[in-house]
Every structure is written in C-alpha cells, then in structure tokens.
C-alpha cells in the first residue's frame, strides 16, 4: 500500500516541475493559426484614415501601421472601423486584435487595457472656432459650449478651463454642430482639425480657424491590447520602435499629411538609441 501512496505523493509534488514551458499569449497565437490581424482604426478620419474609391475599403496612415506589423507576423490584415463609444469594448470583446486608433494614453485607459510603451505619436487637442468668435485661448472657452467626441480625454481639461462639454458621436458630428451654432469650439486632436481647415474640405471652413496654437494635453499615441497579453506588447513595441528608426513613421506622415513636427523628433532619437515611454502600466 506504501509503496503506491510514495509515487503518487511524489509525481504530485513534481508535476508542476516538468509542466510544459509557457507558450505565446492567447492573441498571438490565435492571429498566427487564422492567418489575420484585426485591428480597429479610426475609419475615414482623416488624415488618420480615408476611404478608397477604388476599393471602398478603409486605407490610410492607420491602416499602413497594422498592415506592416500583419506583415512581420506573416499575416493578411484585416481592419474594423471603430467610434470612440465601441472602440474599447471591441477590444475587450476580441472583435479586433489591436487598436491602432487615435488613442491617447490616459491613466484611465490604462487601467482597463494594456498598450505597447513607445508611443507612436504625440497629439494634443485643438479648438476649431468661428474667426469672429472672440476666442484666442482655452481660457476664452469659459462658460461656451465645447463640442468633442464621446469618451474624448480632453473633456476633463476643458471643464478645467470652465468649458460645458457637450460629447457627441464623433468629429463630423462634431463639426456639424459647430457650424449649426451648437457649439462655440469643436475641440479634437489636432491633425484632425488642421486637416479640415487645409484638406478636400477647406473651401467650406474659411470662416474658421483654430483658436491657439497650443496643444490640449499633448499626450502619448500608443497601439492598444487587451491586459495581460506581454507578447503582444513586447512584439508591437519591437515594431514601434523599428518604425521609429527606419523612418517609416515619417514616410508615412509625409504620404498621408499627418504632421510630421513629432515623427521627425522621434526618428532623429531613435537613431541614437533613445526612444519615449508612456506612463508605466499599473499592476494588475
């Protein structure tokens, strides 16, 4: 009887011992046996994303960095268009396998979801306003309604400055009722707005202007994962960071009219070694 009991004992004690060795995280592995990345993008926001006539499919600076790490994957892309009120729950969900979206780091976000450290930009908020509308500084927002996208991390500073935020769905929205007179200032991520006021659209928007300068919490643009995926944060950063210093980045800010102040900055350091961190992540 003893001598079944000991082995027993022992092979329960040393089980864990010669257990496997840990294999990808889930998100890795399921784009591997698919053969797809999914990511979530913008849509047509430009100069983020645009639409293809030819395709009719979603194309643009978003979309160029999720094809490129489906590439270094040895993938196909697919991209999901996402809004500021899905775009978290798609990927809790698993609809999308990453959110390459305009996204900034905020301490809220980073407790429900997880992101590669190297920012891959840096924007802040910029405030698009009547020309006639007196207002020159965020200051000047005090008591006016400022219009900005649903779950937008600029809502709380302009409440700071004394603004009555009113979320909407999203920038055409957005801009739609500023021009109705809804809103005194249409407040988004500034290559958005820079984009509106000097793209296709700018014959419809003389009358408008950006109302300072300075940048709303400029604030670190980072690729978005689900908690706890180390794997595909560490092979996302990877690339991030190759971008960085090959120039990709910028390429591309010049191919689609992203403004390149930043990406020049950032490849200029990555080719001495130096790259910029988001905030840590907190412990789980």
């Not at 900034?104 to 405030?127: C, D, F, I």
């Not at 958005?192 to 300068?213: I, K, N, P």
């Not at 990709?248 to 900055?265: I, M, N, R, S």
Request: net charge neutral; charged share 20%.
């Amino acid at each position: 009887m003893m001598k079944v009991f000991i082995p027993l004992v022992l092979a329960a004690i040393l089980l864990p011992l010669i257990s496997p060795p840990a294999t990808a995280d889930a998100t890795l592995d399921k784009v591997k046996d698919r053969g797809k990345l999914v990511v979530g993008v913008d849509g047509v926001s430009p100069p983020f994303g645009f639409l293809d006539p030819k395709t009719n499919q979603t194309g643009g600076f978003q979309t160029e960095l999720g094809r490129d790490i489906a590439r270094r994957l040895g993938v196909a892309l697919e991209v999901v268009p996402v809004t500021a009120s899905t775009r978290v729950q798609f990927l809790q969900s698993g609809k999308v396998d990453l959110l390459i979206a305009n996204i900034q780091w905020t301490r809220e976000r980073s407790e429900a979801l997880s992101y590669a450290p190297t920012p891959y930009n840096l924007v802040g908020g910029a405030a698009l306003v009547r020309k006639d509308s007196g207002i020159t500084k965020w200051e000047d927002l005090k008591g006016k309604v400022a219009c900005v996208s649903q779950g937008s991390n600029f809502a709380k500073p302009l409440q700071a400055y004394g603004a009555i935020v009113k979320g909407l769905r999203g920038i055409p929205e957005s801009l739609l009722a500023l021009k109705g007179g809804t809103c005194a200032a249409s407040v988004h991520v500034s290559p958005a707005l820079h984009q509106v006021l000097t793209g296709d659209s700018a014959a419809e928007w003389t009358d408008y202007t950006l109302a300072t300068r300075d940048q709303l919490i400029p604030s670190p643009t980072v690729i978005w994962t689900r908690r706890g995926e180390k794997d595909t944060r560490a092979f996302v950063d990877g690339a991030i960071r190759d971008w960085h210093k090959s120039g990709l980045l910028l390429d591309f800010a010049h191919k689609y009219g992203v403004p390149d102040e930043y990406f020049a900055a950032a490849h200029a350091k990555a080719q001495q070694g130096a790259f910029d961190a988001a905030p840590p992540e907190p412990a789980d």
